[in-house]
């Protein structure tokens, strides 16, 4: 969130002072290439990982399910949308309404995931589970971690990000998320178990 406020301030400059807009709009390219396409990139997996490793699941509270919807429009705004435009203005050294309105966006949106990870609003979803899952091994949590420190290095070397590692453990989690619901769907529950009829005594 703060380096997004940063590209709001560099490129807020540039549009009513033509003369810094050149330094501004560079470093404001440089911001978001170099440091914030990586790091929002580790942000989010390290939000998707720790709700696919532990009982907070994708899918069982809303407002864990809005902050997945909006990670994922967040990354691909900022990838094909407000990357490109900066880009854009560095080459050209012009700054548009766009840019800052995009930027500011960003800001907007990460300060509201904030607040919905600390008031938690709204119930559980319809498609919840009564029982708690449980948390995912301990290798999961150790993969997970490797995972964004691979594509972080991948991505100096290649000059790009790339997500690779980090979209293998996503896939990872999905399954055993998936996997769990089957299991757990084929396991009797205690409701179930009362509401049984009791079996009837074997015959003399």
Same mark, same amino acid.
């Given at each position: 969130?703060? *380096?997004?406020? &940063?590209?709001?301030? @560099?490129? #807020?400059? $540039? /549009?009513?002072?033509? +003369?810094?807009?050149?330094?501004?709009?560079?470093?404001?390219?440089?911001?978001?290439?170099?440091?914030?396409?990586?790091?929002?990139?580790?942000?989010?997996?390290?939000?998707?990982?720790?709700?696919?490793?532990?009982?907070?699941?994708?899918?069982?509270?809303?407002?864990?399910?809005?902050?997945?919807?909006?990670?994922?429009? *967040?990354?691909? &705004?900022?990838?094909? @949308?407000? #990357?490109? $435009? /900066?880009?854009?203005? +560095?080459?050209?050294?012009?700054?548009?309404?766009?840019?800052?309105?995009?930027?500011?966006?960003?800001?907007?949106?990460?300060?509201?995931?904030?607040?919905?990870?600390?008031?938690?609003?709204?119930?559980?979803?319809?498609?919840?589970?009564?029982?708690?899952?449980?948390?995912?091994?301990?290798?999961?949590?150790?993969?997970?971690?490797?995972?964004?420190?691979?594509?972080?290095?991948?991505?100096?070397?290649?000059?790009?990000?790339?997500?690779?590692?980090?979209?293998?453990?996503?896939?990872?989690?999905?399954?055993?998320?998936?996997?769990?619901?089957?299991?757990?769907?084929?396991?009797?529950?205690?409701?179930?178990?009362?509401?049984?009829?009791?079996?009837?005594?074997?015959?003399?």
């Amino acid at each position: 969130m703060s *380096q997004a406020l &940063a590209l709001v301030v @560099l490129t #807020s400059p $540039a /549009l009513t002072s033509p +003369a810094q807009a050149p330094a501004a709009t560079a470093m404001a390219d440089r911001l978001d290439s170099v440091l914030l396409a990586p790091m929002a990139d580790v942000s989010a997996f390290t939000g998707l990982l720790l709700a696919g490793t532990t009982a907070w699941g994708y899918f069982r509270h809303w407002w864990v399910l809005t902050k997945f919807v909006l990670t994922f429009a *967040q990354l691909y &705004a900022g990838i094909f @949308l407000l #990357s490109r $435009a /900066l880009r854009e203005s +560095a080459h050209t050294a012009v700054v548009g309404w766009p840019q800052i309105a995009g930027a500011s966006l960003m800001v907007s949106a990460l300060a509201f995931q904030a607040w919905l990870s600390i008031a938690k609003p709204g119930k559980k979803t319809p498609w919840s589970p009564s029982a708690k899952p449980p948390a995912a091994p301990r290798w999961v949590f150790v993969a997970g971690l490797a995972a964004p420190a691979v594509d972080v290095a991948a991505g100096i070397a290649l000059g790009y990000p790339l997500p690779a590692a980090e979209l293998v453990m996503l896939i990872v989690l999905l399954g055993l998320e998936r996997r769990g619901r089957r299991r757990r769907a084929r396991r009797p529950t205690a409701r179930s178990l009362r509401s049984a009829p009791a079996a009837s005594p074997p015959a003399a």
